[in-house]
Structures are given as C-alpha cells and as structure tokens.
C-alpha cells in the first residue's frame, strides 16, 4: 500500500513538474530585444558611397531574422532615402516599423524587437542608433578598412534610481584615431566609464559592456553615436 501511494505520489509530482520545465525552457528562448531608433544625417559622400547596415530582430531566439541593406549609392543620396530603403527591406522580411520621412537629409527609423545591429560603411552617413527602452548590452569594434579615419564614439545613457523615481542623462564620449584597433578604443571606453561611477565588463578585448554602476543606477535606454569611418560597429540589446 505504501509503495503504492509512493508511485502515485511520484507520478503526480512529475506531471506537475513538465508543464513547469517546458514553460521554463520557453521562456529562456526569448532573446533581449528593443524598441530601436535608427537615424542617418547627411548625403553619401562620393568617396565613400558603400552602406553595410545588418539588423537582427524579434523575441524568441529560435525565430530571429536578420535584414541586410549593402549596397553603392549615388554620390548626394539623402540619408531619407537610404533609410526608407532600408525600411522597404525590413518590412518584407515581416519587420514591426515606422517609416521615416522621405528625401531628407535628417531621417530617423523605428524598429520593434531588435537584437542587434551591425554597421560597417554608412557612405558618409552619420548614424546614431539609440535602444529607446533597454539598454545597450555588449558593444564591439572590428578595424574594417587600411585607411580607417578617427573620429568619436559617443554614448549617452538615461540612468534611474532603483525607486523609479528620478533619471538623469550620463554621457560617455572617447576620441577615435586612425592607428586605433578595437582593443585600445574599447580600453579607453572601459577607463573613461570606470571613472564616471560605471562598473563595466569585457568579455573580449574588443568588446565593452556598461554592466552596472557604483551608485546601483540601472540603465533604461542607450543612445550611440559614431563617426569614425572603416569600423565595424555592432551593437547588443542588453
């Protein structure tokens, strides 16, 4: 009788325990993912007209989609229409977005469940990609080109207190220079941001991640900028 009652007892607790591991697993599929603000300012230089813009999106890890856009422009393109080609591309794919305006010089795209995004060439474009409800998760920085040029790498984070009562903007901004590799930008990031109260971390040495601060604010949004020319940018929902 006992050993009976013992087997029931142990079939019951499993059935109980299934339903609770495949919810579980399911639930660890879902991947970090944003509400993301592309915008591109300025006209393709004839120099440099190649874009390379690469988004990977959606909310269960098994089911994301990435969305290319390589391709030369014509020297003059508006930053409008080479972001709302962009937008056609992403839209196909079964992308959530909202369009940007057409023709303009100064354009901006919004794109649901972004994961990740990577920019090698923007032709002369300068873009600034801010997840506008998560953080930035990991940023990385790959020498694409010979004869890369410096410029600035600029991220602005809005901070909360952990009773959700006050934000403040903090803003991290380091010089980029034409001998730079991955390594030295990231380290003089990691150097800048531990002086300015953050704690952060890196898994790679061309890697940086704002991990967490000294005074236990979080990160709510992220906003990145950068306009150096002959990287490889790519950025991580955290």
Sequence with gaps: MNRALAFV???????LMIPLQEASSAESRESPSALCQF?????????????SISVTYGRQVD???????????????????????????????GAKIT???HSSNLASLFVEDVVSVRIEETGGLYPTVTFCDRPLGV???????????????????????SDGKSREL??????????????TICKRLYDASL?????????????????????????????????AKGWALELTAG
């Design 195 to 227: 002086y300015e109260g953050w704690l952060p971390f890196r898994a790679q040495t061309d890697q940086w991640s704002p991990n967490r601060r000294k005074d236990s604010k979080v990160m709510e949004s992220t906003e990145i900028s950068f306009s």
């Design 63 to 93: 089911e994301l989609r990435e969305t290319t856009l390589v391709a030369q422009f014509h020297a003059g393109t508006k930053a409008g229409d080479v972001l709302a080609l962009l937008a056609d591309r992403l839209e196909r794919s």
């Design 99 to 101: 369009r940007p305006t």
């Design 170 to 183: 903090k803003k991290l901004e380091v010089e980029v220079f034409r001998a730079d590799t991955g390594h």
């Design 9 to 15: 007892l142990a079939v019951f607790s499993l059935a």
């Design 139 to 161: 940023l990385s920085l790959k020498p694409t080109r010979s004869d890369r040029v410096g410029g600035e790498l600029k991220i602005t984070g809005l901070l909360v207190d």
């Design 39 to 51: 915008s591109l300012t300025g006209l393709v230089s004839e120099n440099s007209p190649r874009v």
